[in-house]
């Protein structure tokens, strides 16, 4: 339990002090007892009051008992004051008890301090007073409040006591150097044989990991990031046992079955608004849904299933115990895990965070992903001239697009011709820029295929002949640490690479983790026949029955195809006869994050 005091001169303002504290720091949910001491006789020493003649005539001790109240009256007679540390034993628990008076007591304490009283503040020599709440100006190294400020003296108590939920600290994430990856990680045994698409998707999973360093971001900008350390709870939610509805609350052990009379407590509890007293056994109280359950509430009654005059409320029993009420932390507890590492934030994690307290959160950088056009033929840009063997740059935007809706900074590497040192050159500016490469065309193993020459004499190139359609050998190097992705140039192929292999990759290297598209069965709307050796993929769309059709032709030129789609239908390795009806493993864009 813990112990504060208010203290000061007579005629300070203690008692008008505390009887504001009591009444704040109620408000705000917490329970609230006190003590009071007096140097002289208290306001139960009036002579003629039945307790005062049951003590009078000699009783040891009187119990004064009413609906209201009970209070015991411990007689000291010729034995000493009890110390103070003996009378809070005595207390049942709550959550601070302030107490007046009792300045010599260890406990810290807030001077009430009125100028008029021409006194020095006790603060001078007492050292158990940590603030003083004056009515003016006092000069003081401790801190000072307005004597009417309750709100500002109960935030500076309850923070003493540590009985506040602080915000979160923002928290200096350490800008750790990430490692880079091994130099020879894409290294493949490079055989005859066309390696199946799990094997590569396996390998490249085991040789990633993050690349980016950490840095700590408010909860609320945190959408799309990915955290990279747990979030715990900071706080239970929800943080007391509150009501799920509105009705009215009472004791349980006090009901039984048949018809339920309660006389109502005068007042109300509601969100926001705790009711500060203690509910009597055996009453009801009028309550909202997430009010806090007063003193003396374990249950509420729906309202619709009352009926009440203002003054008592009649229902049915039996209610359950418990009933229509959320226990503290029945969500999350305190100081649990809140999210893992590796999550990426979402619009309902934002919410989560947020409602445990969590201000911010440690999150990787983003991965910076540089995109490069290759090729003689291509023209950057479709605001600019194109002759007839000339085309318009149609990855690049693609892949860019791609980046940054898959919450990635995309960089823009631009376009260079098939030419070794333009592309040595842009490769060394993209490797300061950017944390990974994509490359699109020239990555096969022709004459004019100069990223792949390039990587394999400067690079540590590694060419994955991937059974795949459509696709070409995926080329893997590291520039200067920087890995580096050789797509294929067919638009389609650069595409469907980039879903396959590109996006699991640059999710790992960003600390989320591998991702890989969640699909489902669907009936093929279409015939084909497929030998085994390779995994196909076609451009496909679910039609309103619920089938799905594939495009007209399978040319990975056709780059309408790619717009056409709603997603792509994956056709396994082995050999396949699809007629109509035959159930196919359709992946919607959306599963691999394309909007
Ligand atoms: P490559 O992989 O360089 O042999 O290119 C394969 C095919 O893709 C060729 O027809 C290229 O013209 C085409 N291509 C390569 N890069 C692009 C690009 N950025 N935009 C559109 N088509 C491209
Ligand atoms: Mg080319």
């Excluded at 000493?80 to 406990?107: I, M, T």
């Excluded at 509105?246 to 509890?269: E, I, M």
């Amino acid at each position: 339990m813990k112990v504060y005091g208010v203290t000061g001169w007579k005629n300070a303002g203690k008692t008008g002090l505390m009887e504001r504290l009591v009444a704040e720091i109620t408000a705000r949910g917490l329970t609230v007892s006190t003590i009071k001491h007096a140097h002289h006789s208290t306001d139960v020493d009036q002579p003629g009051r039945d307790s005062y003649r049951h003590r009078a005539a000699g009783a040891r001790e009187v119990l004064l008992s009413s609906p209201h109240r009970w209070a015991l009256m411990h007689e000291l007679r010729e034995a000493d004051e009890p110390p103070l540390a003996d009378l809070l034993a005595r207390l049942s628990s709550a959550d601070l008890v302030l107490v007046e008076g009792y300045k010599g007591a260890a406990h810290p304490k807030v001077e009430a301090h009125r100028a008029a009283n021409g006194k020095p503040p006790l603060a001078v020599e007492n050292a158990t007073i940590t603030a003083i709440a004056a009515d003016a100006p006092v000069t003081t190294p401790l801190p000072r409040f307005d004597l009417d400020d309750t709100a500002a003296i109960a935030d500076f108590i309850l923070t003493e006591l540590g009985l506040m939920d602080q915000p979160a600290p923002v928290q200096s994430a350490a800008d750790l150097i990430p490692p880079r990856l091994k130099d020879d990680c894409f290294a493949m045994p490079q055989g005859v044989d066309w390696v199946p698409v799990n094997q590569a998707l396996s390998r490249l999973k085991s040789v990633l990991h993050p690349v980016t360093s950490v840095e700590n971001v408010a909860t609320a900008q945190a959408r799309g990031r990915v955290l990279a350390r747990d979030a715990m709870a900071r706080r239970s939610n929800p943080p007391r046992p509150n009501s799920a509805v509105d009705g009215y609350g009472f004791a349980h052990a006090a009901t039984g079955s048949g018809v339920q009379r309660l006389p109502l407590a005068a007042g109300r509890a509601a969100a926001g608004q705790p009711f500060a007293g203690a509910v009597p056994h055996g009453s009801a109280i009028r309550i909202l849904t997430g009010a806090i359950l007063p003193d003396g509430v374990d249950t509420v009654v729906l309202e619709e299933d009352t009926v009440t005059d203002g003054a008592t409320v009649a229902f049915d029993g039996p209610v359950k115990p418990g009933a229509n009420t959320r226990k503290a932390g029945e969500d999350v507890v305190a100081d649990t895990l809140a999210l893992p590492a590796g999550h990426r934030m979402r619009a309902p994690d934002l919410a989560l965070l947020s409602a445990l307290g969590v201000a911010s959160v440690d999150v990787y950088r983003k991965l910076r992903v540089g995109v490069l056009s290759t090729g003689d033929e291509i023209v950057p840009a479709p605001d600019l001239p194109a002759a007839p063997h000339q085309i318009w740059d149609a990855n690049r935007p693609m892949l860019l697009s791609l980046a940054a809706g898959w919450g990635f900074d995309p960089v823009d590497l631009g376009h260079v011709n098939d030419d070794p040192a333009q592309i040595q050159n842009r490769l060394d500016a993209g490797a300061e820029q950017a944390d990974v490469i994509l490359t699109s065309g020239g990555a096969s193993a022709g004459d004019e295929d100069h990223v792949s020459t390039l990587l394999r004499q400067k690079g540590t190139l590694s060419s994955w002949r991937i059974a795949l359609k459509p696709g070409r050998p995926l080329a893997l190097s590291q520039w200067q640490g920087v890995p580096v992705f050789g797509l294929p140039g067919n638009p389609v192929a650069a595409f469907v690479c980039a879903l396959i292999f590109a996006r699991p990759a640059l999710s790992m290297l960003s600390g989320a983790g591998w991702q890989m598209p969640q699909g489902f069965e669907v009936p093929a709307a279409f015939s084909k026949r497929k030998k085994a050796g390779r995994r196909e993929y076609l451009r496909a769309r679910l039609s309103e029955d619920g089938t799905a059709e594939v495009f007209r032709s399978e040319g990975s030129g056709r780059i309408s195809g790619l717009s056409w789609a709603t997603g792509l239908v994956e056709l396994p390795d082995d050999a396949l006869e699809v007629t109509p009806g035959t159930p196919v493993r359709y992946l919607p864009y959306t599963s691999f994050g394309v909007e």
